[in-house]
């Protein structure tokens, strides 16, 4: 399973990112899809997480300014970054676990720098 991240670059404080994870194989094979972010000299923290049957979760710091959508399809989650600040500027990554919890796997993660 490979989970292929994009969508990362520079971008002005305001300014909005898509970013795209494609799995390699249906996204039904996983239970959690989620994005996590890590900034230089700071652990990795979830910034959105889909759990399949129950919801969507946000962090706290991001709640309302981002938003983790899914196309079934392609076998694609996505996550739209608005009114982007400069402390959202991290190495971000995808993950997904696998239904019953087996197997957890991690993009190669995707740079997103705010600076004006």
């Known amino acids: 399973v490979q989970l292929q991240a994009s969508g990362g670059g520079l971008v002005q404080p305001g300014g909005s990112l898509r970013l795209s994870c494609a799995a390699s194989?249906?996204?039904?094979?996983?239970?959690?899809m989620g994005w996590y972010r890590q900034a230089p000299g700071k652990q990795r923290e979830m910034v959105a997480r889909?759990?399949?049957?129950?919801?969507?979760n946000y962090a706290d710091s991001v709640k309302g300014q981002f938003t983790m959508s899914r196309d079934n399809a392609k076998n694609t989650v996505y996550l739209q970054m608005n009114s982007l600040k400069p402390e959202d500027t991290a190495v971000y990554y995808c993950?997904?676990?696998?239904?019953?919890?087996?197997?957890?796997?991690w993009g190669q993660g995707t740079q997103v720098t705010v600076s004006s």
């Open positions: 993950n997904a676990i696998s239904v019953g919890a087996t197997m957890n796997y």
């Open positions: 194989v249906s996204i039904f094979s996983f239970n959690i």
């Open positions: 889909f759990i399949r049957g129950v919801n969507t």
